[in-house]
């Protein structure tokens, strides 16, 4: 069974940094493209980050580029989000997802909740 657990979130001040892990389990994780989603409090979905399978192609959401950057470990089956300059809008829950997403296809996950993970609260707060 497909398994995905985010961890690393917290609280931080304006311009600090966190990084963020999922471990993956139950799924083929090095044949497939990962992604990172976050959701503010009272807001949709918003897609941050995708990398492809192999971890050299990387596509960013426009609010984070330059300040946010997505790995992987695929002997360990771990995906990261290294997030720095973090501002008070990036506070949400974040979660690592199965799959090749954009701000276009995020939605899907509704209906996919077995590709996502119980998230990871980041808090950004002077």
């Known amino acids: 069974d497909v398994q995905l657990v985010e961890s690393g979130g917290g609280l931080v001040q304006p311009g600090g940094s966190l990084r963020l892990s999922c471990a993956a389990s139950?799924?083929?994780?090095?044949?497939?493209?990962m992604s990172w989603v976050r959701q503010a409090t009272g807001k949709g979905l918003e897609w941050v980050s995708t990398i492809n399978s192999f971890g050299w192609a990387t596509h960013y959401a426009h609010s984070v580029q330059g300040r946010f950057t997505i790995s992987r470990d695929n002997a360990k089956n771990f995906l990261y989000l290294q997030l720095n300059s973090l501002k008070t809008e990036d506070s949400a829950v974040y979660y690592c997802?199965?799959?090749?997403?954009?701000?276009?296809?995020?939605?899907?996950?509704?209906?996919?909740?077995?590709?996502w993970g119980q998230g990871t609260q980041v808090t950004v707060s002077s």
């Open positions: 997802a199965k799959g090749n997403l954009d701000q276009n296809t995020v939605q899907d996950l509704l209906n996919s909740r077995n590709d």
């Open positions: 139950g799924f083929a994780f090095s044949t497939y493209p």
